[in-house]
């Protein structure tokens, strides 16, 4: 059963990843989804990942909450919550981080020592996570990880070869939710000597909001209209 709900988080992941023309080596993720994708998968997935790119190196960070899972589910043939389950207790990031010399292919930091350096906090006085262990991952989430990367290695060129994902704890001792994207919350992911911020919740986890009087549309993480200060109506 683990292995067929990671198959089907796989083809999910395909799903959005398959027109990216694997010739393009400086694609880092895919730029297009499928014929018929939900409506906000691309607006979630620039909100959930940066990237710091310049001549001589690329370097990108790339969190995978629970929304853009669901998002990713939305047309396979798959009960979204059990597949889900898999992922529920985890935060799943993403990186790459290579040096680009002027020819020749990218030189990738090692994955031990990208785990070394690689630290999350939810809001600005939490405590600093480390990423856990591979040994301590489940079978289902390893096996989708695994062909997930090798996945990515021949579709992505040069650069997809260095997609390296770490699991950061998502529960507290008490079974308690440590990120939850729709709540406001700041999350915080160092690598190295850089770090990576956003402000929670994206707007692309929510509908747009419109002004009921003026007609105007706003972001989904809005509640009042900047301009007048009135609450939006919810979505």
């Not at 992922?87 to 990218?106: E, N, Q, R, W, Y």
Request: glycine share 4%; proline share 8%.
């Amino acid at each position: 059963m683990k292995q067929k709900l990671a198959a089907c988080l796989l083809f999910a992941a395909c799903l959005w990843a398959f027109s990216a023309s694997a010739a393009d080596e400086s694609a880092n993720i895919p730029a297009n989804v499928s014929a018929n994708p939900p409506a906000d998968l691309g607006r979630i997935i620039q909100e959930t990942q940066q990237q710091r790119a310049r001549p001589d190196h690329f370097r990108m960070v790339w969190w995978m909450p629970s929304h853009f899972w669901a998002a990713v589910l939305h047309n396979v043939p798959v009960d979204p919550q059990e597949a889900l389950a898999l992922l529920d207790t985890h935060t799943i990031v993403a990186v790459i981080d290579a040096k680009l010399p002027s020819s020749g292919a990218p030189v990738f930091t090692p994955r031990r020592e990208l785990a070394e350096s690689l630290v999350l906090q939810v809001d600005r006085q939490g405590e600093w996570l480390a990423p856990l262990e591979e040994e301590v991952q489940t079978d289902g989430v390893r096996i989708f990880l695994a062909t997930l990367r090798e996945y990515l290695a021949r579709q992505f060129g040069r650069l997809g070869g260095g997609f390296e994902f770490f699991l950061f704890p998502n529960r507290n001792l008490h079974n308690e939710i440590i990120l939850s994207p729709r709540h406001n919350q700041w999350l915080s992911i160092r690598l190295q000597d850089e770090t990576f911020l956003w402000r929670l919740p994206p707007a692309s986890f929510f509908p747009d909001r419109q002004d009921a009087e003026t007609g105007e549309t706003f972001p989904g993480n809005y509640r009042f209209n900047p301009y007048t200060g009135k609450a939006l109506a919810s979505p």
